[in-house]
């Protein structure tokens, strides 16, 4: 199959250059100071949206990638040269999924066209920062962040207005032909759709939206047998739903238990697509010529009492198109206009850290004391000077059960907090 909507990877952020150990060597002066430079940060995994791609292949024939870390500091307080980003281009609509878990990391749809998935690790600090009248040389440098590495997978799905279903052969390729800019590969074959055909349906007053063919679907496909099961994702972020049957039941086949079959392997899927708007196109009624038959009366009797009007059409000779449309943009119109974009589920970051123990103390000031680990290194992954990473950090002292414990030792507002050098005042 050349349409590649679906691929597993292992993604790998840069490693924090170590600070290095050094000495100023200057004539006449025996005991140089400490001037260990930091160390470089290590690159970020960043996923950004390419609009002239609209498949996962580049994906299917390697599996790891890996941003560059950071290199150690150096002498004369030289500080390491930072990690290159490491950019994956992907096509709008890319969900980023852990691959151990199955939450979902990122959604590269909407405003969401660029995302730091897997950040580097800091760079570690020179021993010129640990200097102390005490210790005037000394001979400690701090080692780089880890590099974080995860399997994710990634899942393409279509971005489109209407999805358009029904079993193999009952001329979806035909109907979106006919009705939008789309020119798919059309024949009399089971499965002849291998990919998901989009295509802007732009008839004279009728709004514009997009519409996707989703690959025909079989009883079972929900279960994984035939093709169409590849391509159920791609309808989960469409607004309205067209069902497609032969009218003319040219192979023999019941149009009412069809689309039956087919809301059962919706259902199973996610039971959240059955509650989307839908209606019914009745293809190939030029077939027959006439526009009311049994079947026709047959699927307005089981589906008309339930709000899903039944329209008579033939894609071939384009009758009744216009009324279908009509109809599908009216329902469009009671649909919200934003578009369907997953939350997160889960940050990989938390991963690479969330075992590492901590420990909260109170110190002769009376100041909190937080420290350890599992702190260091989450530090050590997040911009506090950014609010995405400050408003990580505060998820993560809720999450981690850090603020309760605090609580638990009987901290107050306005009491101070300290972690590694960072300093704040608590409030709730």
Known sequence: MSFADRAKIIIKSGKGGDGHVSFRREKYVPNGGPNGGDGGKGGDVIFEVDPGLNTLVDYRHRRK??????????????????GEDLILKVPEGTVIKDAESGKIIADMSGDNKRQIVLPGGKGGLGNQHFATSTMQAPKYAKPGIDAIELEVVLELKVIADVGLVGYPNVGKSTFLSRVTNAQPKIGNYH?????????????????????ADIPGLIE??????????????????????????????????????????????????????????????????DVI????????????????????????????????????????????????????????????????????????????????????????????????ESEKGFLFFQNFL???????????????????????????????
Do not use: W
């Open 65 to 82: 990638f890996a941003a560059e870390s950071g290199q150690e500091g150096g002498k004369d307080n030289c500080h390491g040269k930072n």
């Open 191 to 211: 499965f002849t759709t291998l990919s998901p055909n989009l295509g802007v349906v732009d008839v004279d007053d009728i709004n514009g939206f997009v519409i």
């Open 220 to 285: 079972g496909a929900s279960e994984g047998i035939g093709l169409g099961h590849e391509f159920l994702r791609h309808i989960e972020r469409t607004k309205v739903i067209i069902h497609m049957v032969d009218g003319a039941s040219v192979e023999g086949r019941d149009p009412v238990e069809d689309i039956k079959t087919i809301s059962a392997e919706l259902e199973a899927y996610d039971s959240n697509l059955l509650k989307k708007p839908q209606v019914i196109a009745a293809n190939k009624m």
């Open 289 to 384: 010529g006439e526009e009311s038959n049994d079947v026709i009366e047959a699927l307005k009797a089981e589906f008309e009492p339930k709000g899903i009007k039944v329209y008579p059409i033939s894609a071939v000779s384009g009758k009744g198109l216009k009324e279908l449309l009509y109809e599908v943009v009216r329902l469009l119109e009671t649909c919200d206009d934003a578009p369907i974009v997953y939350e997160q589920e889960f940050d990989p970051t938390i991963r690479a850290f969330s075992e590492e123990p901590y420990t909260v103390e109170i110190n002769d000031e009376g100041d909190f004391v937080v420290e350890g680990p599992r702190i260091e290194k989450m530090l050590g992954y997040t911009n506090l």
């Open 398 to 428: 809720k999450e981690q059960g850090i603020l309760k414990e605090l609580e638990e030792k009987g901290i107050k507002e306005g009491d101070t907090v300290r972690m590694y050098g960072l300093v704040f005042d608590y409030y709730k």
